[in-house]
T-cell receptor, first 111, second 114 residues
Framework: GENVEQHPSTLSVQEGDSAVIKCTYS??????FPWYKQELGKGPQLIID?????GEKKDQRIAVTLNKTAKHFSLHITETQPEDSAVYFC??????????FGKGTTLSVSS | EAGVAQSPRYKIIEKRQSVAFWCNPI?????LYWYQQILGQGPKLLIQ????????DSQLPKDRFSAERLKGVDSTLKIQPAKLEDSAVYLC????????????FGQGTRLTVV
């Protein structure tokens, strides 16, 4: 089965700084690479995803980059704001299977 | 579009008691998932349904957990008897397809077993 690791487990930045979270996975058949954000007391919510035929995708202040050869993908958040403070999960998977979540990265943005 | 509905939001029970959680997925979503999220960890898949059939229940502790999806829409997850280590948030999610696509999560049910 898929083995998913995220680094770092916690990340503290100043407002306006950039944040990068890396996810490594083991299953070479994975072809869908989403990032979810979970705020306190809520369920995870998709913030950005990428498919294996694309190397990078950007949506305003967030971006995801994929290195399929090395089996890792990363979440990039620029110009961080206090409302970005949350737990972020990667969840690589493939068609027909459920999302397998990493252990999460707690991002704290201080103003 | 209405989101995934779960109830109850909170539940406190004593060990060895039974408990049931209910989930109503987004209309038209064929795939439904139940995840267990222990404090400080990522969600762990318990069971995946496609319509009213089970796709994956390999991590469901079948001696105490059971789940069903009525008529391919609503779903219930039951624990009987509960153990202290079952204390967690139980998340229900739904998606249009099986994998490879966005999953929409409910707010979860926080279970405390004392």
């Amino acid at each position: 089965g898929e083995n998913v690791e995220q680094h770092p487990s916690t990340l503290s930045v100043q407002e306006g700084d950039s944040a990068v979270i890396k996810c490594t996975y083991s299953d070479s058949a994975s072809n869908y690479f989403p990032w979810y954000k979970q705020e306190l007391g809520k369920g995870p919510q998709l913030i950005i995803d990428i498919r294996s035929n694309v190397g990078e995708k950007k949506d305003q202040r967030i971006a995801v980059t994929l290195n399929k050869t090395a089996k890792h993908f990363s979440l990039h958040i620029t110009e961080t704001q206090p409302e970005d403070s949350a737990v972020y999960f990667c969840a690589p998977n493939q068609a027909g299977t459920a999302l397998i979540f990493g252990k999460g990265t707690t991002l704290s943005v201080s103003s | 579009e209405a989101g995934v509905a779960q109830s109850p939001r909170y539940k406190i029970i004593e060990k060895r008691q039974s408990v049931a959680f209910w989930c109503n997925p987004i209309s038209g979503h064929a795939t439904l998932y139940w995840y267990q999220q222990i404090l400080g960890q990522g969600p762990k898949l318990l069971i995946q349904f496609q319509n009213n059939g089970v796709v994956d229940d390999s991590q469901l502790p079948k001696d105490r957990f059971s789940a069903e999806r009525l008529k391919g829409v609503d779903s219930t997850l039951k624990i009987q008897p509960a153990k202290l280590e079952d204390s967690a948030v139980y998340l229900c999610a739904s998606s249009k397809g099986q994998g490879n696509t966005e999953a929409f999560f409910g707010q979860g049910t926080r279970l405390t077993v004392v």
